[in-house]
C-alpha cells in the first residue's frame, strides 16, 4: 500500500509471496515470529505488523549467507576400519585397559 508522497509498506503476506520459497506452507507466521522476536525489522500498528522496503531489504540482507565459496575435495582415502572399541565410552575403554 502505497499514498501518494508516503512511504510504501508491505503486509507479512506480500514479503512472504516476495522473498520466502513458495513451498513454504506458512511464511507470514514465520515472519511475524521473527518480528515479536526481534530477528527482523518491522513496524506493528495495533495486532498488524507492516514491513517497508527497507525492513525488507534488511531481512534479504540478514539471511544472506556471505561465506566465501570454498571448493570441496572429496576424499579418495577409505576410512580406517571400525572396531567395538571404537563405540565404547572413553571411560569403558580406560576400564578394558586396567583389565589383566
Known amino acids: 500500500m502505497?499514498?501518494?508522497?508516503?512511504i510504501k509498506t508491505y503486509s507479512l503476506e506480500e514479503v512472504a509471496a516476495m522473498v520466502l520459497p513458495a513451498?513454504?506452507?506458512d511464511g507470514p507466521r514465520w515472519l511475524a515470529r521473527?518480528?515479536?522476536?526481534?530477528?527482523?525489522?518491522g513496524y506493528r500498528v495495533g495486532r498488524v505488523?507492516?514491513?517497508t522496503e527497507?525492513?525488507?531489504k534488511d531481512l534479504i540482507e540478514r539471511f544472506t549467507n556471505n561465506a566465501p565459496r570454498v571448493t570441496i575435495h572429496a576424499?579418495?582415502?577409505?576410512?580406517?576400519?571400525?572396531?567395538v572399541f571404537d563405540a565404547l565410552?572413553?571411560?569403558s575403554r580406560r576400564r578394558?585397559?586396567?583389565?589383566?
Request: hydrophobic residues 30%; without cysteine; positive net charge.
Open 49 to 51: 505488523w507492516r514491513m
Open 89 to 91: 565410552s572413553a571411560r
Open 75 to 83: 576424499d579418495t582415502t577409505p576410512p580406517p576400519p571400525a572396531t
Open 23 to 25: 513451498e513454504w506452507a
Open 96 to 100: 578394558i585397559r586396567r583389565l589383566p
Open 2 to 6: 502505497q499514498r501518494d508522497g508516503g
Open 54 to 56: 527497507d525492513n525488507v
Open 34 to 41: 521473527r518480528l515479536n522476536r526481534g530477528e527482523i525489522r
